[in-house]
């Protein structure tokens, strides 16, 4: 999910329930305080600038794997 930061709380319930099915949901954007809010209604991860992404790319690789492997 990309949008701006004043968005995100009103539209990431509706953005995780229309896609139940997808194995991880991202938002593009730190969190800060409503992290638990954006967890709680679906979102698995975040991506933000300055943070390590090809780390945070082998993460999702892995647990794409993980969960493929345990179905």
Known sequence: LCSSDKEYPAIT??????LEDTPIKILAGHPGENEQL??????????RAGMNAAEF????QTELF?????Q
């Not at 709680?40 to 975040?46: P, T, V, W, Y």
């Not at 993980?66 to 345990?70: E, V, W």
Request: with cysteine; charged share 30%.
């Open 38 to 47: 954006y967890r709680d209604a679906g979102i698995d991860e975040f991506i």
């Open 13 to 18: 319930a509706s953005f995780c329930e229309g």
């Open 57 to 60: 790319l082998k993460k999702l």
């Open 66 to 70: 993980n969960r493929s492997a345990a």
